[in-house]
Every structure is written in C-alpha cells, then in structure tokens.
C-alpha cells in the first residue's frame, strides 16, 4: 500500500453520486445547476464568437447547431473550430445539419 500513497480517510470521501436525491440537503442540485449556467454561458460565448466572425446575427438554425450541444468536449470542439476556421467554412458548418 505504501508504493501508492496513503489512502484517503474513508470520512473525507465524497458520497457516491447514487446515494444522492435530488432535492435533499446534500448539494447534488447545486452542481447541476452550476453545469447548466456553465453550458448556458459556454452557447453565448459560442453565439457571440459567429455573429463577431460573421458579422451578423446567427439565424434560428444556426443558433439551434450550438444549442442542441451540452456536453463540455462537444461545446469546446464547437468553440475551437469556430474560432479558428475561414469565415465560408463557418457557414457552411453551422448550417451542416439543416436538411436540404
């Protein structure tokens, strides 16, 4: 055990995500809510970085690309490419998914 470390103190360990309820006093709604008000920030960060590149403001479907994308590594794949790719790709990348 000592090639490892010391273990941790079994009281200073976080509770299991499964003995959580929602609702009770323990903070797991608050954690939710601060990845929601992440997620939420992260899409207008997103938003203002193609309306800045473009020029103009993104279009319902455009905007809807961005919104549909909540998880982190998705939402900070979307804001590399946008900061980084030629302007017409931009477009063609917001409008990928709109069907034809």
């Given at each position: 055990?000592?090639?490892?470390?010391?273990?941790?103190?079994?009281?200073?360990?976080?509770?299991?995500?499964?003995?959580?309820?929602?609702?009770?006093?323990?903070?797991?709604?608050?954690?939710?809510?601060?990845?929601?008000?992440?997620?939420?920030?992260?899409?207008?960060?997103?938003?203002?970085?193609?309306?800045?590149?473009?020029?103009?403001m993104?279009?319902?479907?455009?905007?809807?690309?961005?919104?549909?994308r909540?998880?982190?590594?998705?939402?900070e794949?979307?804001?590399?490419?946008?900061?980084?790719?030629?302007?017409?790709?931009?477009?063609?990348?917001?409008?990928?998914?709109?069907?034809?």
């Open positions: 055990m000592e090639r490892f470390g010391r273990p941790p103190v079994i009281g200073q360990l976080p509770p299991f995500k499964d003995d959580l309820q929602i609702g009770d006093k323990s903070g797991f709604t608050e954690p939710l809510m601060d990845n929601q008000k992440i997620v939420l920030h992260w899409h207008i960060k997103i938003i203002r970085i193609c309306e800045a590149r473009l020029q103009r993104l279009s319902n479907e455009e905007r809807e690309f961005v919104r549909r909540g998880a982190f590594v998705a939402l794949m979307i804001e590399d490419s946008v900061s980084t790719m030629p302007t017409a790709e931009l477009v063609g990348y917001l409008n990928s998914e709109i069907d034809n």
